[in-house]
């Protein structure tokens, strides 16, 4: 082989070489859009959410994230954090329940909310049901009378005690608001508190064979523990005076959906994240097994860790198709920065 023919063959396996190295280095920068990215996350002090807050983390971190600890807050402070750059997403702002914190926080303007994270939250007060089967009591209104207020009486002060929200989580003062709008605040007292402590009271109440009168959502732990029309019912509310009767059962709460909150200059940098916030979504019974799980007793930061590995092993085709569209959606900027 003459030498110039062997010195051509050498180049042009050296530019071969190096195209594949770019290639190559293109595709492990396409698999890790976030590379050298920080996010904040921050979650309710109800751990609850913990497991969603989790898989979010996850995919973010499969993203090539740099994901801190999450700060424990509650959700008026999330939204403020978030609209100010001093954190990233909350993985459960409920919509409508949140809407007041979402647009005092600055609203479209410097938070988004992405996608579906969890639909059909549904929210209401609820009573055991051989009470309820007892004293034929299947409304709220009901409470009005003395006799059956005194049922739920837990301090002695002859007024129902009805176990409420964590004071900063918006239910707290919508409970408040029923009471007076509806005249049922001579008869009936919200407690408030730590969630978590209240609802352990009422269950073992409930286990005492004692009545209960208490206000829950899902998907939470509580329904899988007291078993909606099977160990209690929801109470029916009136519609709220000057608004049209709804069609069918009423619990006194529209039927909510929550999001991942974003800020928007971080999704507006950072597609990818976008997408994956957008796509992320989970089924409200898997949410209330995990929380079930959490009750029993499996709440360390490993344990939440192992959850969201089987629900993600459980899922992985789902779970791979929300990582490519993100993968795809953050390579866009920079091939039309080529351009």
Known sequence: MKCHEFSKRLLAVSLFAAIACTSLAGAAQEMQP???????????????????NQLVVRGLKDLGY????????????????????????????????????????????????AGSLSANAKQGYLIDKKTADQ?????????????IARLFDTDGDGKADLTGCTPGWACEKIIENLLKSSGLQTTVSQKTGAY??????VIARYKEGKPVLYYTWTPYYVSALLVPDKDVIWLE??????????IGKYYGYAVNTQHVVANKAFVEANPAAGKFFQLVNIDVNDINAQNNRLFSGEKTPADIERHVALWIKSHQKTYNDWLAAARSAGEKP???AGQ
């Open 196 to 201: 978590s402590a209240l609802m352990a009271d």
């Open 66 to 113: 740099d994901v801190k600890e999450a700060r424990e807050v509650e959700y008026a402070t999330a939204h403020i954090a978030i609209a100010n750059g001093d954190a990233t997403f909350l993985a459960g702002s409920w919509e409508p329940l949140h809407n007041d914190f979402y647009e005092k926080s600055g609203g479209d303007a410097k938070l988004v909310r």
């Open 334 to 336: 920079s091939l039309q």
């Open 135 to 147: 004293h034929h009591i299947t409304n709220i209104d009901q409470l009005k009378g003395p006799s």
């Open 34 to 52: 976030g590379k050298g990215v920080a996010v904040i996350p921050v979650k309710s002090t109800d751990q609850g959410v913990s497991f969603q």
């Open 237 to 246: 509310v009136p519609a709220p005076a000057g608004e049209p009767q709804p």
